[in-house]
């Protein structure tokens, strides 16, 4: 569409400016206060310069909740992207199956995330849940509170659960809107099922899945409840993901300096990621001349 | 598979349904492919929320005792322990108090920022757009302690719309995001034309504009509900007592006898209400929704 320009746009835009600069800017800058400065308490401050920054970036405690929180984020990725695909190519079209699928698959997505949590908590041990029960009972020793490698694959297996369906819904909304035409065109070529995934409904499905790929990795990046209630980020460390080890600084020992350093440059990682998605993202809008 | 009659205004996209054996018979092996990935995946779906149900409906004796696959023993009690207890019960009001009024303040907001991004051009409209989107990206746990400081500083710290408030910051952004996706679907000269039959800006956009994207409108309401009401980490830093949410009531079942499993079971099925009840009413726009209008 062709946008006329209008500067007094900006009234429009002026509340939702307000809104988010004080739920934002304001908790922002005292956050930018904080990884500056330093107390003894009493609240008396005195600068720190980048002090909490250069004591970050050398702690061992901050790289590996990062590259525990990447390899998290990047397997998820891997695991629901494709097994959404799959789903969404095998849904019913249309009629009472359709709606029917849809509405028990979006489910998961509604349900509070501590829930989720206590959900494959309860799921995964050993005495009372179907998963740790059976898992035993079949002679595989499975402690996800105790055991490195249990303890990831619940994490995981609870987050492909809880989202792979967003990635569904997504690109069945994206088959949908495909014209018959196309794969009647398709039929009439002879092509196979490989080419009409490759050339038909991949290419239409590119927008929403960027989509989905965006939204995933911004939300795995920030996971929070659901491992903290499920491990409590144990055994050891082991799932201890970037926000459970700043809440655990922050809100726990209280160290504001260093944490707030460590937010700054969290978000920072966060933006850069998303604002390669997302240029990547208008660019193809802009291909498909929208 | 049961031959349904009320999929007939679907049936045309299976075809060989209804026609006899040859056809029928190379078509049917891909229907049934299909039927089996989505009961497989329906099923990964259903056995962790059917284990809930199964364990809110037991007595504790039962869930500890012995491991069975349905209650043997029948009861309610978990579900009546809730919705007589004013501190359980209260959780759920406070949670959808927040939500709504957080419905309300994102929609009213977005729409017309949404409005002004999808037809206008404007000085940092760009910018303006991806910093609104990077607020959706902020992790909750980096604004925690400073909503906190900020919320209490202006004496809203255990109240509603506090909570409301924090909220916003990640769904105004998305509200934002999926609007401008459905407004830029309505060709402009709807616009024009209301203008020159004298219809005044607020009045068009009332009258004319918004029943026209309602169902980008109630996909944002959708997603702001959802994003309200799944979260927790800012909801449980915000509250204390009055306002306190549902999720966090929830951590009340570690007593000192141990963990009530069947009061917590019961809690969450009781969570999973409200947002199912949603999901029932959006049903034929879940998927053009998800899609946040860009499709």
Redo the contacts between chains.
């Keep these: 569409?062709n946008?006329?320009?209008?500067?007094?746009?900006?009234f429009?835009?002026l509340?939702?400016?307000a809104?988010?600069s004080?739920?934002?800017v304001?908790?922002?800058m005292?956050?930018v206060n904080y990884s500056v400065q330093d107390s003894f308490g009493n609240n008396q401050f005195f600068w720190a310069g980048l002090e909490w920054f250069k004591e970050m970036l050398e702690s061992e405690r901050m790289w590996n909740a990062l590259w525990r929180q990447l390899a998290f984020s990047a397997i998820i990725l891997a695991i629901q992207i494709p097994l959404g695909i799959?789903?969404a190519?095998?849904?019913?079209?249309?009629?009472?199956?359709?709606?029917f699928?849809?509405?028990?698959?979006?489910?998961?997505?509604?349900?509070?995330?501590?829930?989720v949590g206590?959900?494959?908590q309860?799921?995964g041990r050993v005495?009372?849940?179907?998963?740790g029960?059976t898992l035993d009972a079949i002679g595989i020793e499975y402690n996800y509170t105790q055991n490195f490698y249990a303890a990831w694959i619940t994490v995981i297996v609870m987050d492909v659960?809880h989202w792979?369906?967003?990635v569904a819904?997504?690109a069945?909304?994206?088959l949908?809107?495909i014209p018959d035409a196309y794969y009647q065109a398709a039929k009439i070529d002879q092509a196979s099922r490989w080419a009409v995934f490759r050339y038909i409904e991949l290419p239409k499905m590119a927008?929403?899945l960027m989509?989905a790929i965006l939204l995933r990795f911004?939300d795995s990046?920030?996971i929070?409840?659901e491992p903290f209630v499920v491990t409590g980020g144990g055994p050891g460390n082991s799932t201890t993901f970037?926000?459970?080890d700043?809440?655990k600084m922050?809100?726990g020992q209280f160290d504001?300096g260093p944490?707030a350093a460590f937010?700054i440059m969290?978000?920072l990682v966060?933006?850069l990621i998303?604002?390669v998605f997302?240029t990547v993202m208008t660019n193809m809008?802009k291909r498909d001349g929208? | 598979m049961t031959d349904t009659t009320t999929s007939a205004p679907g049936s045309a996209s299976i075809p060989g349904r209804a026609t006899e054996a040859p056809i029928a018979a190379r078509r049917k092996p891909p229907i049934k492919g299909a039927a089996v990935v989505m009961g497989l995946y329906l099923l990964f779906l259903m056995l962790p929320l059917y284990w809930l149900l199964n364990m809110s409906l037991k007595t504790n004796a039962e869930i500890l005792g012995s491991f069975t696959l349905w209650p043997r023993d029948l009861t309610f009690a978990n579900y009546a322990t809730i919705l007589t207890d004013p501190s359980w019960y209260s959780g759920y009001i406070n949670s959808l108090i927040y939500v709504c009024m957080n419905v309300a303040i994102t929609l009213t907001v977005a729409l017309p920022a949404a409005y002004a991004f999808s037809r206008y051009h404007f000085m940092g409209d760009k910018h303006l757009f991806f910093w609104l989107l990077t607020n959706r990206m902020a992790p909750p746990a980096v604004f925690a302690l400073p909503f906190f400081q900020l919320y209490s500083s202006v004496q809203l710290f255990d109240t509603h719309i506090a909570v409301a408030l924090a909220h916003c910051l990640f769904n105004v952004p998305l509200a934002v995001w999926i609007l401008e996706g459905f407004m830029r679907g309505v060709p402009k000269e709807i616009d024009e034309t209301a203008y020159i039959d004298g219809y005044s800006f607020p009045k068009f956009f009332v009258k004319i504009f918004m029943p026209l994207i309602a169902s980008g409108i109630g996909v944002a309401a959708f997603f702001a509900f959802m994003f309200s009401w799944v979260e927790l980490l800012l909801s449980r830093t915000l509250t204390a007592v009055e306002a306190k949410p549902i999720a966090a009531t929830m951590t009340r079942t570690v007593g000192a006898s141990g963990v009530d499993w069947g009061v917590l079971a019961a809690a969450g099925v009781l969570t999973i209400v409200p947002g199912a009840l949603v999901i029932w009413f959006v049903r034929n726009y879940i998927a053009k929704g998800f899609a946040l209008g860009r499709v």
């Design positions: 569409m946008k006329t320009v209008n500067q007094k746009a900006w429009l835009v509340p939702v400016l809104l988010v004080f739920s934002a304001i908790p922002l005292t956050v799959i789903v190519l095998n849904m019913p079209k249309s009629g009472f199956w359709a709606s699928c849809l509405v028990l698959m979006s489910l998961p997505l509604l349900i509070p995330w501590n829930v206590t959900i494959w309860i799921f005495d009372i849940g179907l998963l029960y659960w792979t369906s967003l819904l997504l069945y909304a994206g949908q809107s927008g929403v989509i911004m990046f920030m929070y409840t970037l926000s459970i700043l809440v922050a809100l504001l944490a937010s969290y978000f966060i933006l998303s604002w997302y809008d929208v």
